[in-house]
């Protein structure tokens, strides 16, 4: 599984944009989830969007990425991306603390 957070900034919205991402904004909401989430500023010019991307055995960042910037494309709001950040969570160890008696 890969979380993939893609910063940018709108490019041209329309009004119908515009009040389709105010309607379904939530500051509190910023999961990763396959379809992916926005969050950004009040003004809507700049976005993070989080995206959680499957992975398969050979998978890497680039493919990832790919996938994460396909979701974006669904949501059909023009975009430029600034900066693209991916976690391999394949590659995240978990410590967990022993019991203590």
Known sequence: MFRVTIRG???GL?????AALLA???AFVAA???????TGDAGLSAFTFRCQVPADPGDGEREATERAVAALDAHGYP???????????RDIKIRR?????
Do not use: Q, W
Request: charged share 35%; aromatic share 12%; hydrophobic share 35%.
């Open 9 to 11: 900034t709108f490019d």
């Open 79 to 89: 975009y430029r991306i600034l900066r693209v950040a991916v976690t391999d969570m």
């Open 24 to 26: 379904g904004a939530d």
């Open 97 to 101: 603390k022993g019991r203590r008696h």
């Open 32 to 38: 990763f989830t396959e379809a992916g989430t926005f």
């Open 14 to 18: 329309s009004d119908a944009d515009r």
